[in-house]
């Protein structure tokens, strides 16, 4: 725009569609739910190239969907899962099916019929007519997943993520730039499954976006639907924010060395974490469980599992006179919120918050050294040190030995805790046990090691 303002302005559409065995399954193409703008400039105060601040706004869409929604919810694939029950335990060489396993039953006041000879009705031979009706507390049983694929509310948006950045660099002497930047990042619209029976039906819905009935008799979409009808309720928004300041310091190599300092405060709230979830391990991206059910969404609200309040990183660059090169890296950053999980009594284990997500605290008597009473995993921090020596033999050819020695502290604090509450007990009637390792490491850092090489370059 000026000599020393710029102006940067862009527009993007990602449009897709996808297939399943049946043909086209998902089609994400309407023109303004995939619009991606992008605006920012750049502005140098004094025009002497040392100065810059600068802002950008920009809104993603989410592309390509990953292929795992075509695998199981746009296809018409069909899965049984059978159960026998023996006389033996184990399934011995001489165990038999206990008599009686038939998926279905004949009911009447008579003589009845049993097994696969058993027509839907009829009459016995005294004249009493008999119905068959499914055997669900029997000793069998047969449960078909899937069949057909899932269907796909009106006027579906794509999921889609808004970024603000503010920020300011200057250098302050030769080589070294001082820099600040804040940073504001939104979830917008999700694309999740849901269901309204308790799992027997799913549908793909926008959480928190309800669509009143439409011209020509075309009814609400699935969020309005649920909000209208007091058994169910409202799924409500998916929700996550990000804010962080980010306050940074480089050297650009010169005068033998280099280095990049980085301090970042930020906060990661919300009840939405992304395409994988880490509370539940489960990696279904845009059918995960959360929004399956509005009851799976009490207490999720709250610090994410990847809220880091304070990171800090250096990494630096030294050439010694004698051509040895020395290399250091050295970041230390906050553990992350600690949940207490509990069953759900439709989807079972780790699927329910007993406290609003990220402020369980740690049990007292959780060994391994760690911390009780706080609601995060341990504050870790990890040394790196790296060594390389050159021999240039010509332009073309050199060899280089390589030292590294990973963890110099051997720091080996826990990374990830246990944070299972309670256990169903797999009993009927039987409510969920306490886990006896709540609130103990899982994954811990990688000890010390060291690694030594050697390179030739021809």
Known sequence: MTKNFQLNLGVRWDLQQAFGNEGSYLTLNDL?????????????????????IFANYARYVET????????????????????????TYGIG???????????????????????????SSGTDSNGNPWSRTINLGGTTGAVNLGAEHTPIDAALKPQTVNETTVGFQHEIWKNTVFGFRGIYRAQGSVIEDGSFDDGDHYFLFNPGEPLPPGPGGIGGNTEYLACSDPSIGCFGRARRYYRGLEFTLDKRFADNFAYQVSYVYSSLIGNYEGLFRNDNGQSDPNITSLF??????????????????????????????????VSGNFYVQSGIPFNALIPHPVYGNNEGFLNPRGTSLIPNDAPGGITSGINRTPTTWNLDLGFYYPIKFSESKELRFTADWFNVTNAQRAVTLDQTYLINSGVTGVPPVSNPFFGTGLIFQYPSALRIGAKFSF
Do not use: E, M
């Open 292 to 325: 399956d059910l509005v009851s799976l969404l009490k207490n999720t609200y709250g610090r994410l599992p990847n809220d880091r309040p304070h990171q800090f990183k250096f990494n630096g660059t030294y050439q010694t006179p004698f051509k040895l090169v």
């Open 32 to 52: 303004f739910d995939t619009l991606q703008p992008r605006i920012g400039f750049s502005w140098d105060p004094s025009g002497k190239g040392k100065t810059k």
């Open 93 to 119: 060489g001489n165990s038999t099916i206990v008599p009686g396993i038939a998926a279905f039953a004949c009911t009447n006041t008579g003589n009845v019929p049993t097994g696969s000879a058993c027509p």
């Open 64 to 87: 390509p969907l990953p292929l795992d929604i075509n695998v199981r919810a746009g296809s018409d694939n069909t899965q049984t899962d059978k159960n026998f029950n023996l006389n």
